[in-house]
């Protein structure tokens, strides 16, 4: 940024040529106005103006400098309204040298708070100058304190590049503590860290170096490892007063954090959520992620080991009225195709004699099995052309139930893989227990508590035990965000005492309603800022920190695969308790049949046996009984007598 570099001789000369200044200034005065008119004379922001006679501070040297401003003599009007001054040095300056500038009174400049009160305003308020106020810095090149320039205040900025942070940024030694755990994303932070602090190259380089005959170089970042990275976590990630009034934080990171607030360090270079205790205490850079937080629960078998489930599976394509209409339906077919079968049979008796029926089947029988033939498709047809259109109309129906049917059960299969939990949504969590990480325990702790007032949120120290207290039914669900369900699947958080598949079955509920969103960010001191501000999004703009998430998401990807993929391809096949039902049913069906054949089996062995006349049994033989003639029945018809061949066939 370009300040002026003969303000220190023009304010030691300006002392030694007051009288000579003083005549200059009256006998210019009636000139000022064909030189500069008053109203062409831009004397800067009326909240910050630039010095005036009417200056509280007003000193001899910025007093003839305001004089000559009005009446533009020459070089007496540096920096004492909105100008540009030296555009000549712009090799040193080549921004900052065309933008406007002036000295401003920094009386004017402060924020009056009594006369902004006494007008019945509040601070910020543009109603009136003494509300509000514009940036304002001290000069490197004059030694006073009192003399402050601003580019604010002329509605310019210094410059609109990185050469603005010079002020702030050159000749800097950042202390930053960092995370020297080498888990994800710890080594890219570092990286990214390092790539930020190189975007201020430009600082030192020779030509700028030389021009402005400074010794400029860039900050340096020195890395220094802390112990409390390790310090496990209790509820709550904030930082919370003792006491003695003194801060004790729960965390590691709140620690760190801490320790950036008090200016122990600058710079905090760790995977930390900026959340709001943390944001209380300290300003954070731009968020280098985001973690997004998902209700998940261990998965469920499409059937329920229930004989209730198993049995009632086969009949979930149709509701129970559905079903019901359809036994109403076959029923009232049945009874057509029955009365339209007798219709037939009356007139075809009356017409001709009927055929005797076969032993052992009776004519209500025979109806039986032809209404049974009807039913499944195996009738004859029908003589009748209205039975015809009986049976043209059941089979049209049957066709659109049994592709309903089959329709309605693949749409159920089909969602089944997605609702693999019992909860679809975080509204059905009623009366349950989720598990939660200790540093979101008091969002949702304190965010659903008028909303579901029955769910209780159970604070765990982090989300690798979230698993394991899912399989010991310690929780009815957990929330958990993407990288642990990552990590998660890829048998990062595996261990003893559980089935080494249940980590895979720990799955997203199927809203996947992103519950809470945490941006992931570093603490940062108030001075550094703006500068690092700057350098960090112009480094995430390079995509190093996007570049890392795939390449870390796709090894954990391929852990999955390989860990999991065996489960995950198991749940797209049906199951034995699938299919149990349908089985069951059907073997219900096989053996009502077998029994009715075992029925009619007896039944007929029973009519035949009464049927056969009983034995009697063989008379002694004592005496031959003298044989009696059996007398002969009369014939009803008297043959014909055979007439005999009068003469012998030959």
């Given at each position: 940024m370009w300040q002026p570099t003969k303000a220190c001789t023009l304010l030691c000369l300006s002392w030694l040529s007051l009288p000579a200044a003083l005549a200059g200034v009256v006998g210019a005065a009636e000139s000022a106005t064909s030189l500069a008119p008053a109203s062409e004379v831009d004397i800067g922001a009326k909240e910050c103006p630039c010095l005036t006679a009417a200056s509280e501070n007003l000193g001899g040297s910025r007093g003839l400098g305001v004089k000559v401003c009005f009446v533009g003599l020459g070089s007496w009007e540096v920096g004492m309204c909105c100008k540009v001054y030296n555009s000549k040095e712009c090799l040193t300056y080549p921004l900052s040298c065309k933008q406007k500038w002036c000295y401003v009174d920094i009386e004017a400049c402060k924020v009056n708070q009594q006369l902004c009160k006494e007008a019945h305003l509040r601070r910020g308020s543009r109603a009136s100058p003494h509300c509000r106020d514009r940036p304002r810095y001290e000069s490197k090149y004059v030694n006073d304190s009192s003399v402050l320039f601003s580019y604010e205040t002329c509605g310019a900025l210094g410059s609109y590049n990185e050469t603005r942070f010079e002020k702030w940024m050159t000749n800097l030694e950042v202390q930053a503590a960092v995370d020297p755990r080498n888990i994800y994303p710890n080594a890219m932070l570092q990286e990214l860290a390092d790539k930020s602090f190189t975007k201020f190259r430009d600082l030192n380089s020779s030509a700028r170096a030389k021009a402005s005959q400074m010794d400029v170089s860039i900050p340096i970042l020195t890395f220094e490892d802390q112990s409390y990275w390790e310090t496990p976590a209790s509820t709550g990630s904030s930082c919370s007063q003792d006491e003695a009034g003194g801060f004790v934080c729960n965390s590691g990171y709140s620690n760190c954090v801490h320790d950036v607030a008090?200016?122990?360090?600058?710079?905090?270079?760790?995977?930390?959520?900026?959340?709001?205790?943390?944001?209380?205490?300290?300003?954070?850079?731009?968020?280098?992620?985001?973690?997004?937080?998902?209700?998940?629960?261990?998965?469920?078998?499409?059937?329920?080991?229930?004989?209730?489930?198993?049995?009632?599976?086969?009949?979930?394509?149709?509701?129970?009225?559905?079903?019901?209409?359809?036994?109403f339906f076959v029923l009232f077919s049945g009874l057509c195709f029955l009365a339209g079968r007798l219709l037939e049979d009356s007139n075809r008796q009356a017409n001709q004699t009927p055929p005797a029926a076969p032993p052992g089947r009776s004519t209500a029988s025979l109806h039986a099995h032809e209404v049974c033939d009807f039913i499944t498709g195996g009738a004859r047809s029908f003589n009748r052309f209205?039975?015809?259109?009986?049976?043209?109309?059941?089979?049209?129906?049957?066709?659109?139930?049994?592709?309903?049917?089959?329709?309605?059960?693949?749409?159920?299969?089909?969602l089944e893989r997605k609702q693999v939990t019992s909860l679809q949504r975080l509204a059905d969590a009623e009366h349950m227990s989720i598990c939660v990480d200790q540093e979101a325990w008091s969002h949702f702790n304190h965010t659903y508590r008028?909303?579901?007032?029955?769910?209780?949120?159970t604070p765990v120290e982090t989300s690798g035990d979230i698993p394991q207290l899912l399989h010991d039914a310690h929780c009815s669900a957990a929330v958990m965000y993407q990288e642990a369900i990552d990590s998660m699947h890829a048998g990062k958080f595996a261990g003893e005492g559980r089935p080494l598949d249940y980590d895979c079955k720990i799955r997203k509920v199927p809203s996947e309603e992103v519950l809470l969103t945490f941006a992931v960010g570093f603490p940062v001191a108030p001075p550094l800022v703006h500068g690092l501000s700057w350098a960090l999004t112009s480094a995430l703009e390079e995509g190093t920190a996007a570049t890392a998430e795939i390449q870390h998401r796709a090894s954990l990807r391929g852990s999955f695969v390989s860990n999991c993929g065996v489960t995950e391809d198991s749940e797209k096949g049906l199951d034995w308790p699938d299919v149990l039902g349908a089985l069951i049913d059907a073997f219900i069906i096989i053996t009502l049949g077998a029994c009715i054949f075992v029925i009619l089996f007896l039944q007929g062995m029973c009519c035949k046996?009464?049927?056969?006349?009983?034995?009697?049994?063989?008379?002694?033989?004592?005496?031959?009984?003298t044989p009696q003639p059996t007398p002969q029945p009369t014939p009803r018809h008297t043959p014909r007598p055979t007439l005999e061949p009068p003469f012998p066939i030959e």
């Open positions: 008090v200016g122990k360090f600058d710079l905090c270079i760790a995977d930390m959520w900026i959340t709001p205790g943390r944001s209380a205490i300290a300003q954070f850079l731009p968020p280098v992620r985001f973690d997004m937080f998902y209700l998940v629960q261990a998965a469920k078998p499409r059937t329920e080991l229930t004989a209730g489930a198993i049995m009632e599976r086969p009949f979930k394509p149709f509701t129970p009225w559905a079903w019901g209409a359809l036994g209205s039975c015809k259109i009986v049976g043209f109309g059941f089979a049209w129906g049957m066709l659109v139930l049994t592709s309903t049917y089959t329709a309605n059960l693949t749409d159920i299969l089909a008028t909303v579901l007032k029955n769910v209780t949120w046996r009464v049927s056969q006349p009983t034995p009697q049994p063989s008379p002694q033989p004592t005496q031959q009984p």
